[in-house]
């Protein structure tokens, strides 16, 4: 990122974006009226929404406000729980790299096979917070007892 500056994001040229890659808009979040964009697949087990930072009908926020956030959700026995979050996506000149990236590593860790399954019961493992901060815990947890959980590394979710 170093050497990129800031580009306004406008909301058609985002929605023009998320449409290639088969997101739908959803309703702005109601705190901070911040279009959000998802995909589901797997029979709507997995989600990735991506949190545009664009406001409806204003575009991108100023500078320093926040960044793209993407964002892959499990269907667990307890409902739609946090799996993975991206590193931000800056808006700067290459946004829409930074972000097919996000959105591409998204979708292989929301693929069946992949490493995230609980090794005590092999439910999905979904990111956590607790009293030390964030961690990897069985998404079966409080319903199966399953206790396993896994460190989550400082960093995974900035660049």
Same mark, same amino acid.
């Given at each position: 990122?170093?050497?990129?500056?800031?580009?306004?994001?406008? +909301?058609?040229?985002?929605?023009?974006?998320?449409?290639?890659?088969?997101?739908?808009?959803?309703?702005?979040? +109601?705190?901070?009226?911040?279009?959000?964009?998802?995909?589901?697949?797997?029979?709507?087990?997995?989600?990735?929404?991506?949190?545009?930072?664009?406001?409806? =009908?204003? =575009?991108?926020?100023?500078?320093?406000?926040?960044?793209?956030?993407?964002?892959?959700?499990?269907?667990?026995? +307890?409902?739609?729980?946090?799996?993975?979050?991206?590193?931000?996506?800056?808006?700067?000149?290459?946004?829409?790299?930074?972000? +097919?990236?996000?959105?591409?590593? =998204?979708?292989?860790?929301?693929?069946?096979?992949?490493?995230?399954?609980?090794?005590?019961?092999?439910?999905?493992?979904?990111?956590?917070?607790?009293?030390?901060?964030?961690?990897? =815990?069985?998404?079966?947890?409080?319903?199966?007892?399953?206790?396993?959980?896994?460190?989550?590394?400082?960093?995974?979710?900035?660049?």
């Amino acid at each position: 990122m170093a050497g990129e500056r800031y580009t306004h994001i406008t +909301q058609k040229e985002f929605d023009a974006f998320m449409a290639t890659n088969f997101f739908e808009c959803l309703n702005p979040d +109601q705190r901070a009226q911040e279009l959000v964009y998802l995909f589901t697949w797997n029979d709507d087990n997995y989600l990735l929404k991506v949190y545009s930072s664009i406001v409806l =009908g204003m =575009g991108s926020r100023e500078v320093g406000a926040d960044a793209i956030r993407v964002v892959l959700f499990i269907n667990t026995p +307890q409902g739609i729980r946090a799996m993975w979050r991206a590193p931000r996506v800056y808006r700067t000149e290459n946004w829409r790299a930074h972000l +097919q990236q996000r959105i591409n590593e =998204g979708m292989l860790r929301g693929r069946e096979g992949k490493n995230y399954k609980c090794e005590s019961c092999g439910a999905p493992m979904i990111l956590r917070e607790g009293k030390r901060g964030l961690f990897w =815990g069985c998404s079966m947890f409080p319903i199966s007892g399953c206790r396993y959980t896994e460190e989550f590394v400082a960093g995974d979710d900035e660049t």
